[in-house]
């Protein structure tokens, strides 16, 4: 059963444009959600989180939506860097204390120069 | 480097051998996670210790898998005569304290002929 569902296995975008990776989950338990950057043969890399009781939170190019009612979030990346490129998981847990990360199967973002 | 150390970072062994990874935690952190990921899949957690304590093993196959974290030295991960269905990347993530943000290590890449 997948608690954390990335639908979209790739994803190509133009340098310079937005990119937009798209998260679900079914768990109406989670309450606190992270994106990790992954690239070939190196561990994740923590990009941003957002806690339930936001709903956008914003680090330099990366915007993380939250919409709890649809159960669904959203990373933004822009302008979209070569460097970029990479996997992009989706992670969240239970809140306070909690630290059982459950990942989405990933999105494959490619940025074309 | 004061990032999550992980060795070896690739290990191959036949099929009955045992595997023992190895995971440093970031300078000042405590707790340590492991997680595994199957090819084409997202990470799954599997144990989470503190020094010298298992606190969740839910995520940890029944047999042949076993953790530990003593008071000095790094955490281990052991697998017992390992099969085929044991390959895969194994991750190791540390935090300062329970459900503080993980920083991942690079992985252990098991092969298991």
């Known amino acids: 059963d997948q608690q954390v569902k990335q639908n979209s296995p790739s994803l190509s975008v133009q340098e310079g444009r937005i990119s937009i990776l798209n998260c679900d989950y079914t768990n109406s338990m989670f309450d606190y959600f992270l994106w990790y950057k992954k690239y070939p043969a190196e561990g994740p890399t923590f990009l941003i989180s957002?806690?339930?009781?936001?709903d956008k939170n914003e680090d330099g190019r990366f915007t993380v939506f939250l919409n709890k009612s649809a159960k669904h979030l959203s990373l933004h990346i822009v302008p979209s860097q070569p460097g970029d490129s990479a996997v992009y998981f989706c992670a969240a847990h239970t809140g306070a204390g909690s630290y059982q990360l459950t990942f989405g199967k990933g999105t494959k973002l490619s940025v074309i120069p | 480097n004061a990032g999550v150390m992980q060795n070896p970072r690739h290990l191959v062994r036949r099929r009955g051998q045992e595997a023992r990874l190895r995971c440093s935690p970031m300078k000042g952190h405590s707790h340590v996670y492991w997680y595994r990921q199957l090819p084409e899949e997202g990470l799954k957690f599997m144990v989470y210790?503190?020094?010298?304590?298992?606190?969740?093993e839910s995520g940890m196959p029944k047999e042949r898998f076993s953790a530990e974290f003593p008071k000095e030295g790094p955490s281990i991960l052991r697998i017992q005569q390992v099969v085929r269905g044991d390959s895969a990347a194994y991750f190791c993530?540390?935090?300062?304290?329970?459900?503080?943000?993980?920083?991942f290590g690079p992985g252990t890449r098991l092969t298991v002929l």
């Open positions: 993530a540390s935090s300062p304290w329970p459900g503080d943000t993980q920083y």
């Open positions: 957002i806690s339930s009781i936001k």
């Open positions: 210790l503190q020094k010298e304590n298992i606190i969740d």
